[in-house]
């Protein structure tokens, strides 16, 4: 278990506070990155934007989709402390796929807007984010986390690209079942069935169904999965083209952003509620509209429930495939990243109608 800010010494709450700071801007810059600019891009280019239905946000929902050719598929990893050598068995990081100058002049493609130096990769530089998203469309995963060489500081790099995740799937599931107490020793204790099953319940508990789900969203699970035995916090962030949605694994569980429709009926609901003007709602909230609906920015916090818990009383339990392991816990509609005064406005929507 990730050890909370009452059991920290004081430097380390301080960079506990500052590892949530820097999280929340990379969470919001990675949003807009994802959904907003692509959104536009579409209009720019007088395409309709696919947005997401709300189906397709329901737990344990399977079906296969078509990928969005404008949309940008990645995983980032954020970790509060450094990983250690040990970790490059499985989660594949070193002196190969560092960033440097002369490892990034393999990747084509990849232009910077400014001139690189060794300090563009810092956090707190005004450029990270533009060579970031410079990144994100490279292969496999990119990894930020603290540059050890400056332990009295609390510095941030992104330190690696091209970061393969390598934890077989069977490990992952042997993990989270001795976690939440399916298991005591091995994947295969209780015989190949209850096997299989804790292997597809593994992608449950990370919010997909096990045969509908990509390759670069079975490796952001995977990692999270892993990192948990790391001893910081640790968040996993993977985009989707085929989902059209941005996926976070954290200590707080799972979330997913998404670019939804909302009929006008609705919305007036909402603005009536929360007291706001229909002018102030188009302008924070509203990223595009037509004569019945309007494109909003949707956020959806996932609670695990008791079968996707460890029990209480530490005992051994048996896996029971049809009960749920994750549910909808809270559902809003996000302001716009230039809306930086409003409030997220709750609703219910994914299971509305």
Not at 13 to 19: E, I, K, P, T
Not at 71 to 83: D, G, M, Q
Not at 125 to 131: E, G, K
Not at 294 to 300: Q, Y
Request: glycine share 4%; charged share 30%; with cysteine.
């Amino acid at each position: 278990m990730k050890k909370s800010r009452f059991e920290l010494s004081y430097l380390e709450m301080v960079r506990r506070s500052f590892y949530i700071f820097l999280r929340d801007e990379l969470e919001r810059r990675l949003k807009a990155i994802t959904l907003e600019k692509i959104y536009r891009q579409c209009l720019d280019e007088g395409m309709i934007y696919p947005c997401v239905r709300p189906q397709e946000m329901r737990t344990k929902k399977r079906a296969f989709g078509q990928e969005f050719p404008l949309a940008l598929p990645y995983i980032v990893i954020f970790c509060e402390e450094s990983l250690g050598a040990e970790h490059q068995k499985y989660i594949r990081f070193n002196s190969n796929n560092r960033i440097r100058k002369d490892t990034l002049a393999l990747v084509p493609g990849v232009q910077l807007k400014k001139p690189f130096y060794s300090g563009i990769k810092y956090f707190e530089r005004y450029p990270f984010f533009d060579l970031l998203e410079s990144l994100l469309d490279v292969d496999y995963a990119l990894l930020i986390q603290r540059d050890d060489r400056y332990r009295k500081q609390n510095r941030y790099a992104l330190t690696h690209f091209h970061v393969k995740i390598d934890w077989p799937i069977a490990e992952a599931a042997e993990s989270l079942g001795r976690e939440l107490r399916y298991i005591s020793k091995n994947l295969y204790e209780k015989g190949e069935r209850p096997a299989g099953t804790l292997q597809e319940k593994l992608f449950e508990y990370y919010g997909w169904h096990h045969q509908s789900i990509g390759g670069r969203r079975t490796a952001a699970l995977i990692a999270a999965q892993y990192l948990k035995q790391i001893s910081g916090l640790t968040t996993v962030y993977v985009s989707s083209s085929e989902t059209r949605t941005l996926t976070r694994y954290s200590e707080k569980g799972v979330a997913r952003y998404a670019v939804i429709q909302l009929d006008k009926d609705y919305a007036h609901q909402i603005i009536e509620v929360n007291r706001i003007t229909p002018k102030a709602f188009r302008h924070d909230y509203v990223l595009g509209e037509s004569a019945d609906v309007c494109d909003v920015l949707f956020f959806v916090i996932y609670k695990h429930t008791e079968w996707g818990q460890p029990p209480q009383d530490g005992k051994l339990r048996i896996i029971k495939p049809d009960f749920s392991w994750l549910a909808v816990d809270r559902e809003m509609i996000l302001p716009l990243s230039h809306a930086i005064s409003s409030k997220p406005l709750p609703i219910k929507w994914i299971y509305r109608l």
